[in-house]
């Protein structure tokens, strides 16, 4: 399984970008997919979730501003983020939620690309 996530950069306060995660191994609709951030000195947090049935939850500091969506054709998720803030300045990573073949849980992770937003 891979993860492969781009579109992190540089973006001014208001600005937006467009996180893609693109998938290998794993086909995106049928796992639960999510967006995860870690910033300095700050434990990673979940920002953005999508299960395989298309519901949807963001973390309260990014619910109106971020939207998390996926392309069953390319398996692939985004996470469009608009009216960034300096706060969401992160590495944020891409997880793929799935089960071993005992049934327990298991998490594949992304590298990560860093989003800084200047104020």
């Known amino acids: 399984v891979q993860l492969q996530a781009s579109g992190g950069g540089l973006v001014q306060a208001g600005g937006s970008l467009r996180l893609s995660c693109a998938a290998s191994g794993i086909t995106v609709s049928s796992k639960a997919m999510g967006w995860y951030r870690q910033a300095p000195g700050k434990q990673r947090e979940l920002v953005a979730r999508?299960?395989?049935?298309?519901?949807?939850n963001y973390a309260d500091s990014v619910k109106g501003r971020f939207t998390i969506s996926r392309d069953n054709a390319e398996n692939t998720v985004y996470l469009q983020m608009n009216s960034l803030k300096a706060d969401d300045t992160a590495v944020y990573y891409c997880?793929?939620?799935?089960?071993?073949?005992?049934?327990?849980?298991?998490?594949?992770w992304g590298q990560g690309t860093l989003v800084t937003v200047s104020s």
């Open positions: 999508i299960t395989s049935g298309g519901s949807t």
């Open positions: 997880n793929a939620e799935s089960l071993t073949a005992w049934g327990e849980p298991k998490n594949y």
